[in-house]
């Protein structure tokens, strides 16, 4: 099993900036995803951003130029830093773990983002 806690989340007003932290622990492949995805209420989830342990990442279109995405292999950590923030970004942000060894993934619980004055 893989468990994932995530932090960072919170309230900042528009075009702030937030930074949110994802730890893996337990039985994580080599070679994996790791990424964000978000709910915003009566919408589906959508890709934010991940990270592949080969260094590719794959962002979604919204928030192109304004989120990036890093890993701490050693950590067995993935981080999102969330710039420009707009109020559209409040959802609730899940952290996502995809081990490529048997294509078995793992969800975090999940962090609000509120972006409101």
């Known amino acids: 099993q893989v468990q994932l806690v995530e932090s960072g989340g919170g309230l900042v007003q528009p075009g702030g900036s937030l930074r949110l932290s994802c730890a893996a622990s337990?039985?994580?492949?080599?070679?994996?995803?790791m990424g964000w995805y978000r709910q915003a209420p009566g919408k589906e989830r959508e890709l934010v951003a991940r990270?592949?342990?080969?260094?590719?990442?794959n962002f979604g279109d919204s928030v192109k130029g304004r989120f990036t995405i890093s890993r701490n292999n050693a950590k067995n950590t993935v981080y999102l830093q969330m710039n420009s923030l707009k109020p559209e970004d409040t959802a609730v942000y899940y952290c996502?773990?995809?081990?490529?060894?048997?294509?078995?993934?793992?969800w975090g619980r999940g962090t609000q983002v509120t972006v409101s004055s």
């Open positions: 996502n773990l995809v081990r490529y060894s048997d294509n078995v993934g793992f």
């Open positions: 990270s592949i342990s080969d260094g590719i990442t």
């Open positions: 337990g039985s994580i492949a080599s070679r994996n995803a």
